[in-house]
């Protein structure tokens, strides 16, 4: 006959707080997952809205659910370990062990088995229907929350997801197995790596810089403005007020090119009329970020400022695009590629500047250093020679002899590559040779 002043162990409470928990780790792998558009594509209305709206804030939702989650299985733990000390006053040592035994096996089954359930359907409809919950929560945490995110990179914390980590891990395992079985295309091989890559990958580093820029004055009439993209090849174009450090919009073809335009009236108005709002972004912002707001905004130009508010560059949709696929040629680029290469045997080519380092290392079968102040061709010239050089300036880097074919008094247009024989040593050993005509 038991002591009825001792009270029975129970454990469906912190049951419950460990499932609460579990559910909690199932929403933030769901906001955190780097698929999770298209597990969220395939619900119904309803769930699908709720999670695209906690999709837009998914770091606040995701730190949230974090929150209640740890909470949660404190408070398991807290109750657990009242009930094992009534447990050690009754002597009951054995019923003591099975229940933390119990316990211990519920709450990893429950917090590591729910959170990977969120790739059926079911459970993911179960999750999202407590986002309005867990959204509410929010409200009420966050000054917790906004607290814990401003600690974390003041810290420098990595606040990269998890996921995204295995997730790269897994493509990369995949990419050299089937590279090792010739499964895999160097193309295929290529598109992962940049996809690898794009994380890391910031605004600067993808955006047509200023120097190539097309833009047009908002004072100008909309004859000009459309005569201008048509002769360049484009249907977007950003404007500016007094120069190319204020642009005030963006002027857009399908605006001012209308099936139902009676008059010639239209041609004389001013670009400001018809330009619309521009989105301007750091040259700092990381690329997914940039994709997913220029997505969810619904905007396919964005206009790339430095650190002092000056126009650095733009950067567009098919930018994004050919930093995964690479060059895209479409009916208004040159035949040959803008930022090409173009070789004339294994040892010989010539190169447009811009070429990107790691593209060039690739194609010329090279090994040329790359850093953090510079990701082209013509980056690394500027670095070495240390001026804007001229045409027939030549140097050697890494037994790579470059001669400077194309310039002007601003930047590098193309160079000629040419591979020394018998092992010529780096540059950093020996100083660059020019010569001027």
């Given amino acids: 006959m038991s002591n009825p002043a001792l009270p029975e162990p129970s454990l469906a409470v912190p049951a419950l707080f460990i499932l609460i928990g579990a559910i909690c780790g199932g929403l933030r792998t769901l906001l955190a997952s780097p698929v999770r558009s298209s597990l969220i594509d395939d619900l119904p209305d309803g769930p699908r809205l709720r999670a695209e709206n906690a999709a837009d804030s998914p770091l606040a939702i995701a730190t949230t659910a974090g929150i209640l989650r740890i909470f949660s299985v404190a408070a398991a733990v807290a109750i657990l370990l009242d009930e094992t000390a009534h447990l050690k006053q009754s002597d009951q040592g054995f019923a003591q062990i099975l229940t933390w035994i119990f316990a211990a096996a519920f709450a990893g089954i429950a917090l590591e088995g729910i959170p990977s359930l969120i790739t059926r359907r079911r459970a993911r409809r179960f999750v999202i229907a407590l986002i309005p919950l867990v959204t509410v929560a929010a409200w009420f945490l966050r000054p917790l929350t906004s607290l814990l995110q401003l600690l974390l990179r003041t810290l ?31 193309s295929e091989r290529r598109m992962i790596s940049r996809v690898m890559d794009l994380p890391d990958t910031d605004a600067a580093e993808i955006m047509t810089p200023r120097t190539e820029l097309t833009a047009i004055s908002s004072s100008a009439t909309v004859h000009e403005a459309l005569a201008l993209a048509l002769d360049e090849g484009h249907s977007r174009v950003p404007t500016f007020e007094e120069d190319l450090d204020h642009i005030a919009g963006v002027f857009y073809l399908k605006d001012v090119v209308r099936p ?14 018809q330009m619309r709002e521009p989105y301007f972004v750091p040259e700092t912002m990381r690329v997914p970020s940039l994709l997913e707001e220029m997505r969810r905004r619904r905007i396919h130009l964005a206009v790339v400022v430095d650190e002092y508010g000056g126009t650095a560059g733009v950067v567009t949709i098919e930018d994004i695009l050919e930093s995964i696929v690479g060059d895209i040629q479409d009916e208004h680029d040159e035949k040959e590629e803008t930022h ?98």
């Fill in 260 to 273: 139902d335009t009676s008059t010639d009236d239209w041609k004389s108005a001013l670009v400001s009329t």
């Fill in 340 to 437: 090409g290469l173009q070789m004339q045997s294994p040892d010989r080519a010539i190169a447009d500047a811009r070429i990107n380092l790691a593209e060039l290392n690739e194609a010329f079968k090279c090994d040329l250093p790359d850093d953090e102040d510079y990701d082209t061709l013509g980056g690394l010239i500027f670095d070495r020679l240390g001026r804007i050089p001229t045409i027939g300036d030549s140097l050697l880097i890494e037994g790579i002899s470059f001669e400077i074919l194309e310039a002007d008094d601003r930047r590098i247009l193309s160079v000629r590559l040419m591979r020394e024989t018998g092992g010529v040593s780096p540059i950093a050993d020996n100083p660059p040779t020019t010569s001027t005509d």
């Fill in 156 to 186: 420098g914390a990595d606040t990269t997801s998890p996921a995204t980590d295995e997730l790269a891990a897994d493509l990369i395992d995949v990419a050299r197995e089937s590279e090792r079985e010739e499964e895999l295309k160097d």
